[in-house]
């Protein structure tokens, strides 16, 4: 059995300068933007920390979509059960999307907008301002797309709701007049 008492050390490649600051604001997948101020998909950028190569990114160019690896920053523990907000009782916290997990990190496919020399302008964001991101990896649609795999207790979900009737922000902001 392997060795699990020691800590995995990760630093951050990028940071996310995002419009969503506070997890109220932020849908609740990419995808779900119905609820947020705009109901439109987030555009955002993934800054880069200094001196990290572009020379690790230029070939992202071409691509639609990327994951991003990264690290809910502001998690606070976490549960083996938790409530989603789809509805029904508590689930195992490692069959939902819950930000409070054993490991705080998370994965988001997001739409690549550009390339540019320390940064990626990226829509259809849902990370919140300031996330460290962790790694980068290329959306490959023949290898990372399943549309007929089956979505355990959330396939119960879908067909009571309709599909892709996950909820947005519950009580989205309005901006505010400064921007902010």
């Known amino acids: 059995m392997p060795d699990t008492s020691r800590a995995l050390l990760c630093h951050p490649i990028a940071h996310a300068l995002s419009p969503y ?3 109220i604001d932020a849908p609740h997948q990419a995808t779900v933007v119905a609820g947020t101020a705009t109901a439109m998909a987030a555009e955002a950028v993934i800054e880069f920390v200094e001196d990290f190569p572009a020379a690790a990114f230029r070939d992202l160019i071409g691509f639609e979509r990327i994951w991003l690896v990264f690290a809910f920053h502001r998690s606070e523990g976490w549960k083996a059960e938790v409530k989603p907000p789809r509805g029904g009782g508590k689930r195992s916290v490692l069959a939902t999307r819950s930000p409070h997990r054993p490991n705080a990190i998370g994965l988001s496919a997001v739409e690549l907008v550009a390339v540019e020399e320390t940064r990626l302008r990226v829509r259809g964001m849902d990370l919140l301002d300031g996330t ?3 790694d980068i990896k290329p959306y490959v649609p023949y290898a990372d797309a399943f549309p007929d795999a089956r979505a355990g ?8 709701q309709g ?5 947005g922000p ?10 902010a």
């Not at 207790?153 to 009571?160: G, K, M, Q, R, S």
């Not at 519950?170 to 921007?179: E, L, M, Q, T, V």
């Open 153 to 160: 207790w959330i396939d119960a979900i879908d067909a009571a």
């Open 21 to 23: 600051t506070q997890r």
């Open 163 to 167: 599909r892709q009737s996950a909820p």
């Open 170 to 179: 519950r009580r989205p902001r309005k901006p505010r007049p400064d921007g």
């Open 132 to 134: 460290p991101i962790l």
